[in-house]
Each structure stands twice: as structure tokens, then as C-alpha cells.
């Protein structure tokens, strides 16, 4: 015999429920992350009675170790551009009607002091806590309840959702899947949005690791990973995709804001491209001159544009037989345009988001609704929709979250 979910003290009986085991609501929501929980404030805000299930024992547990603890809240500069989607015109709906600047105006209304860091990101001064207390205390504000730390076993659907836990059901007209991706599942990540997803018969294009680092193969680890810790000013570059950032190298290969960024784009079996002197021309007076000396000029002048102990490791990889003009042009092309084949990333365990997920040619750009079942919406990072690093993400979420609040 299945056990009843332990709900805690924030357990309640919904409005309108016909017995203790069975409550009813206008909308479930799936979730309790940033876009879950900004569906459901935008739920309350319009009287619907609003329900958040979530499967962990607290709220918003990948805020809290988002931006370093700080969470990089919103991008100023976020724009439709910032996003990977099979669909590249998907997000702007949702992406205009709810803003960078209704989201710093949020966090104003709750006197939380914050900064820009660099490239328009913003970080709370204090904490990621700040954010999290935000979304409750809105929540709280607008009636919703949160139930923590209750499984979902089943859902079904008829005239409307019901989701069994234990010997609960939760009735609702609406249902919002905001359950996030497959990245980080120690913090408690499934594929339970997109196997929910396939259960009513909704495409999800194939997942994988975004916004991770990249691992290096065996031979390319004994030539640079025991350089770990240091780091580059790069430009790294796949077809017209290009990140100007600090790249990190590590003990299994490279990181970085540089790396991670372009992470989202590579596949198996492809390469990047890495300018480690992006705007310098490093052998350019050496080839004005012949002086005898061009190897010790040349890494003088390499040490300028790179750390010592990377370009000393550059030169003993790609020096040259010779110091002509020839060799040293090849070694400026070299330089700006070093080809890396990862041999894969560090999987979904390091990964900020996932790119893939539910098809968004399966949802209103406007309404975050399945075309396919009425009443059925998807938000947030389960969605074909992935940020750049910076902020980008969590913008997504209160942008889609909020599309879909204002629907249901």
C-alpha cells in the first residue's frame, strides 16, 4: 500500500476540496525553481488558486547555488540573440512581455541591494537567499501554496490534471511542468519533465550538456593540464558563434566563462577554435627584423600576451625548425586560431543547463500552452530554450513563467 506524502506544517486543504485526500485547485504547477514559482505568483496575482508541488525537501535550491551564491539574477542586454532554440525566434514572446527591468523593479520592490558584474550581469550583493525570499514572500502574497518534498507517483488527464501522491490526488484544470532540466542531479535534476512530456505525446528534441567544461583527450591532457589554474583572455569560436572571455585551464581539460559559453554549441566530434592574443599581432616586429635572436624576442613577446607559463608551454608545443617570416606567420595563425577537438564534457554532474527539451513547435510562443493538450504548459529549462551564461537562464525563467501565469 502506497504511504501518504509528509507535507510539514505548510500543508492545507485547498478551496473547494471534496475530502482531505483529494484537493482542488486552478492551476499546478510542477516545480518550485525560479520559473515555477514566477508562474504561480502571476497565477495568484489574477485570483487563480495556485498550487506548487516540487519533489525536494526546500524552494529554489538551484538558486541558491547560482552567480556563485549570489545569483546572476538577469542580463540588462538580454535579447533573443542570447538563446539557443531550434526554433530562434521562439523566446522573444515571452522574452517582451516580461523584461530585464521588471525583474530589477522586483528585486527593488524588495530592497535587495545588487550589483553589475561585468557584460550587464547582475548579482545580489548579499546573497541568492535574497531571491529566494523574493519568490516566497510573493508567493505568500498572492496565495499560492507550496508543498515541498512530496512525490508525484502518477498524472493523468481527462476533463482535468490529476496528480497522484501517495494516497493524495491534486485536481487542477492547468497544469505547468516547470521541472527543469537534467543539470546538476545531485541538487535533485530528472528527466521527469520530458517523460511527462512524451506520456501526452509531445516531441522533446535530444538533450545534452550546456554551459559545462571541456575535457581534453589523454595525449592532449599530458600537454597542458598540469598547467591547471591557469588562465587566458581567448576568443573561442565555432562558425559564426564567437565568446571573447577568460578561459581556465583544468585538470581534465578547459573552463572558463570563455569555454562554457561555447560549450553549448559543440558536439561530439567537432572542433573549437581558441584566439589566445585576440587584437594583437604578436610576431609582427620580429618580421620586420632579422636579428639572430628571433626565438628569445618571440617568447618575450608571447610572455606579453599570455602568461608566462602558458606561452612557455605554447612555444615547446609549436616552435618552429626554423625563425623565417614563413614559420613565424604560422606561428601567429597558430596562435589565433588553435583547433581543439574536446573528447567530450564533463557531463550533466557539471553542467549549468541543458540544452534540448520539450519542442517548442509543441507551445504557444505567447502562453508557454501545448498546442496538443489544453491546459498543459511547459516553462523554464524543460524547454527547448537555452541561455548564454550570465544571467540569461534565469531571465528565460521568469520571462516564460510569467507567460504561462498569465494564461492559465
Not at 505567447?366 to 504548459?377: I, N, P, Q, Y
Request: net charge positive.
Amino acid at each position: 500500500m502506497k504511504k501518504s506524502a509528509s507535507f510539514g506544517s505548510r500543508f492545507s486543504v485547498a478551496w473547494g476540496s471534496v475530502n482531505k485526500d483529494r484537493q482542488i485547485w486552478d492551476v499546478i504547477v510542477l516545480g518550485a525553481g525560479a520559473a515555477g514559482l514566477m508562474c504561480a505568483i502571476e497565477a495568484g496575482k489574477r485570483g487563480r488558486r495556485a498550487l506548487v508541488l516540487d519533489h525536494a525537501e526546500r524552494i529554489g535550491k538551484k538558486i541558491l547555488i547560482s552567480g556563485g551564491g549570489r545569483c546572476n539574477f538577469t542580463n540588462i542586454h538580454c535579447k533573443a540573440e542570447n538563446f539557443l532554440s531550434a526554433n530562434p525566434h521562439f523566446a522573444k514572446s515571452a522574452l517582451a512581455r516580461f523584461r530585464p527591468a521588471d525583474m530589477v523593479a522586483l528585486v527593488e520592490k524588495h530592497g535587495i541591494r545588487y550589483h553589475e558584474k561585468t557584460l550587464g550581469q547582475l548579482f545580489c550583493d548579499r546573497s541568492a537567499h535574497d531571491i529566494v525570499n523574493l519568490l516566497e514572500r510573493e508567493c505568500a502574497e498572492a496565495g499560492v501554496r507550496i508543498l515541498t518534498h512530496t512525490r508525484m507517483d502518477a498524472i493523468e488527464h481527462s476533463d482535468s490534471f490529476v496528480v497522484r501522491s501517495g494516497e493524495l490526488e491534486f485536481v487542477a484544470p492547468a497544469l505547468v511542468v516547470a521541472t527543469g532540466g537534467l543539470s546538476i542531479p545531485k541538487m535533485g535534476a530528472t528527466d521527469f519533465g520530458y517523460r511527462l512530456a512524451a506520456q501526452f505525446g509531445i516531441a522533446v528534441r535530444p538533450c545534452r550538456p550546456g554551459l559545462v567544461p571541456l575535457v581534453l583527450s589523454r595525449a592532449e591532457q599530458e600537454l597542458w593540464c598540469d598547467l591547471a589554474g591557469v588562465s587566458a583572455e581567448v576568443v573561442a569560436s565555432m562558425g559564426k558563434r564567437r565568446f571573447r572571455e577568460k578561459m581556465l585551464i583544468t585538470h581534465r581539460g578547459l573552463s572558463g566563462p570563455a569555454i562554457l559559453q561555447i560549450s553549448s554549441y559543440w558536439e561530439q566530434g567537432s572542433s573549437i577554435a581558441l584566439d589566445l592574443a585576440p587584437g594583437q599581432d604578436v610576431t609582427e616586429p620580429l618580421r620586420r627584423q632579422i636579428s639572430g635572436r628571433e626565438e628569445t624576442m618571440y617568447r618575450m613577446a608571447l610572455r606579453q600576451a599570455l602568461s608566462q607559463r602558458l606561452s612557455d608551454r605554447w612555444l615547446e608545443v609549436f616552435s618552429p625548425e626554423d625563425w623565417s617570416n614563413r614559420a613565424l606567420a604560422k606561428l601567429e595563425e597558430n596562435l589565433h586560431r588553435w583547433e581543439v577537438f574536446p573528447a567530450g564534457t564533463e557531463g550533466h554532474e557539471k553542467a549549468e543547463v541543458t540544452v534540448g527539451g520539450v519542442d517548442t513547435n509543441e507551445l504557444s510562443a505567447r502562453t508557454m500552452e501545448s498546442r496538443k493538450v489544453k491546459g498543459l504548459f511547459f516553462v523554464g529549462e524543460v524547454v527547448d530554450v537555452t541561455g548564454h551564461l550570465g544571467g540569461f537562464n534565469f531571465q528565460w525563467a521568469w520571462a516564460s513563467g510569467f507567460s504561462a501565469g498569465q494564461a492559465v
